[in-house]
């Protein structure tokens, strides 16, 4: 089957949440539309209303509206505005500027050409030819007369704009919230998928990797995501969204021109491929990079104890360095690409689209006929300078745009990882009969830590496991908790093969102690009862007395409910694990399986220990993993294991009478012991 690309996943996971985003988005388009609408209305107000007034005014018999002016005792209107219910008389008259002044002729006098004026005439060189035409210069009031009626639409022109802008700033406003919100659930719903992947895969993918780059994947990672969703979303298609509208404005002014700088288009497509294949190079090696910082930091921070007992701070940091090293370096090279495909050629290009810009107005100047109105001009510079704001928008947002893709490669590869549906529906209780039927098992699939094992656990025994370090002990637990399945053999509970079972079930009725505990951050209840609610407050506090870990908790602050911080490091060893073991009690396990649950015991704690396994191996299968020989004297049957095989099996008494390998094992232990005391 094959995969589905980076950026349709990234697609795809926004289409969760398309409403919030689709409403987003037109509250955009309506807010960059509104804006556009600048220029336009700055054209209609220079060219209608400010330069409006240079042109043709006819005399009217009677002042019948706003638009009419009263000079020389006489009405006129401008002819652009005459109604079919205006008199007229005679021919309309020419008001012309010549310089700062304005002066009136009793003629229609061409608009255009080059003026001149001398001895109250005016005139005008149009081509080959000029033309001369008596005319009055009007002083500062006459001029106001003119103007006059202009200043009411250019107020309401103005106040228009005001308006547009104000609405534009809600729906921005909405834009803004509505993307800000969707790429926040789009980035906890990815988290949540992230972190619900870590619970399907197998074990041992968190064996082969540093705890420090799965985080990064699920922190940082998502994070670069979440600045693609939030910020480069909204501005490239902002972007679009204003150049398409650009676009359009231009196509109304001038469709050649327009035409003309469409060429951005596909230039910038190419730069953002060229940018591409460069800028995901060197992100994959930063995120990397990044990823190896963490796991790093994270090493050290667990490690220090002995990172300062045995003076390694020296060469810690020096690997540091070395990754730190490595992070800057393509860091910088990012930083170049930027530089060099950034605000430079944006500069270049708008200079240059400026001088065909200036060329194409400069050459259409000469000839008299095609020359534009200022308003036209303006409009022409304002929508080509906007033009380039969203290209440089764009661009900035290239090395944005590349960090998530990385980041989306380096999560989906993690979501991509083979792993099982979490099953837990209920299953009955375990009688406790466990089986293993010639199981062969490895972990890397070719050098076998188990060869052939079989044996038999029937509900209510203690079975113990012993041998050196290596021979298998822990493999066998790992097998049974379902860690790992085995390449050959099979391992059944009461008849039911455990591959049968999703893993959650094969584990429903197990508990566990470990060699080295690991407590939570909460408080020691929660460490017991793990929030589920089917273990109440009173049965985590019977469970608690059970194992004797009440002696300590009594002389805490807060008794039961001491908070415990990450890992239990206030804690002593022997209390953490007494923790522990009132967890595996709590649950009730069928199967309880201690993995040297002992060995780091005190021998005062180990005695309390002793004393509540008495009691609670009744009725249930045990499984111990054991060093320390003393513990496991009352197992029902203990087997010994070597490379991988089992070399002996009985209870205490026939294996010390044997003189084998378990007999030698225990006359070492003893003889340290007797030194000891000695």
């Known amino acids: 089957m094959k995969k589905k690309s980076t950026e349709r996943r990234l697609f795809q996971y926004a289409l969760h949440y398309k409403k919030g985003i689709f409403i987003g988005l037109i509250c955009l388009a309506i807010a960059v539309t509104l804006e556009l609408a600048g220029p336009f209305i700055a054209k209609t107000v220079i060219d209608d209303h400010i330069l409006g007034v240079e042109g043709y005014w006819q005399e009217v018999v009677e002042d019948n509206d706003r638009y009419t002016i009263a000079y020389d005792d006489k009405y006129y209107k401008r002819v652009d505005r005459l109604l ?53 210069k009007l002083n500062l009031q006459e001029m106001y007369a003119f103007f006059e009626p202009e200043q009411r639409p250019i107020i309401l022109l103005l106040v228009l704009y005001m308006v547009l802008l104000l609405i534009a700033g809600v729906f921005k406003f909405f834009e803004t919230y509505l993307l800000q919100q969707a790429s926040n659930q789009i980035i906890k719903k990815m988290r949540m998928d992230l972190f619900a992947q870590t619970q399907r895969i197998p074990i041992n993918y968190f064996i082969d990797r540093p705890a420090g780059t799965i985080v990064s994947r699920i922190t940082n990672d998502t994070e670069a995501i979440r600045d693609l969703y939030e910020r480069v979303l909204s501005i490239i298609v902002s972007s679009i969204v204003y150049m398409t509208g650009i676009f359009i404005a231009l196509f109304i002014l001038d469709a050649r021109l327009a035409a003309m700088c469409l060429i951005l288009i596909p230039v910038i497509f190419l730069w ?69 495909t950034s605000y430079n050629l944006v500069t270049v290009l708008r200079n240059i689209t400026f001088v065909g810009f200036i060329w194409y107005f400069g050459s259409g100047s000469l000839n008299l006929t ?126 039911y093969s455990t591959k ?115 009691v609670l191996q009744k009725n249930r299968t045990t499984l111990v993993i054991a060093h320390r020989l003393s513990t496991i004297q009352d197992a029902d049957r203990i087997i010994v294991l070597e490379r991988g095989t089992i070399k002996e099996r009985g209870n205490h008494d026939t294996l010390i009478e044997e003189k084998g390998l378990y007999y030698q094992m225990y006359q070492m232990q003893q003889g340290r012991v007797r030194a000891s005391v000695s």
């Open 84 to 136: 079919q219910t205006d008199e007229v008389v005679g021919e309309p008259h020419t008001l012309m500027q010549v310089g700062t002044s304005y002066y009136m002729i009793d003629d229609q006098a061409p608009l255009s050409g080059v003026r001149e004026v001398g001895d109250s005439q005016i005139s005008i060189e149009f081509g080959e030819d000029v033309l001369t035409y008596d005319a009055i």
């Open 272 to 340: 953002m491929k060229g940018y591409q294949y460069f800028g995901t190079k060197y992100n994959t090696v930063i995120r990397a990079t990044i990823s190896d910082i963490n796991g790093k930091i994270n090493e050290a921070i667990q490690g220090m104890p002995i990172i300062q007992a045995f003076n390694r701070e020296k060469s810690t940091q020096d690997e540091f360095e070395e990754l730190n090293e490595r992070h800057f370096t393509y860091q910088r090279k990012l930083v170049r690409l930027s530089a060099l």
């Open 370 to 495: 095609s020359i534009i109105s200022i308003g036209m001009l303006y409009a022409f510079v304002d929508y080509i300078t906007r033009l380039f704001e969203p290209v440089t928008d764009i661009v900035n947002q290239l090395p944005l745009i590349e960090q998530a893709r990385v980041a989306g490669h380096r999560v989906f590869e993690l979501m991509n990882h083979k792993g099982e549906a979490i099953q837990n529906s209920k299953i009955n209780r375990y009688r406790g009969h466990v089986v293993f039927d010639q199981v062969t098992f490895s972990y890397n699939g070719e050098d076998d830590v188990l060869k052939d094992i079989s044996f038999e656990v029937k509900p209510g025994e203690t079975a113990a496991f012993v041998g050196h370090t290596g021979s298998g002990k822990s493999s066998i637990m790992n097998l049974l908790f379902r860690f790992y399945d085995p390449q050959k053999g099979n391992i059944t509970i009461d008849g």
């Open 500 to 614: 049968e079972l999703s893993r959650q079930q094969v584990r429903s009725h197990m508990g566990i102690v470990l060699q080295d505990p690991f407590l939570f951050t909460g408080t020691i209840l929660s460490n017991v009862t793990m929030n589920d609610p089917a273990i109440s407050r009173e049965r985590a506090i019977k469970a608690l007395e059970a194992v004797g870990a009440t002696g300590f908790i009594k002389r805490l602050p807060k008794g039961y409910d001491e908070i415990v911080t990450e890992g239990g490091s206030t804690f002593s060893l022997g209390e953490r694990q007494l923790i522990s073991f009132a967890r595996a009690l709590a649950f009730d396990p069928a199967i309880l399986i201690l993995d040297e649950a002992t060995a780091n015991m005190d021998t005062e704690t180990e005695s309390v220990i002793q004393h509540a396994l008495e």
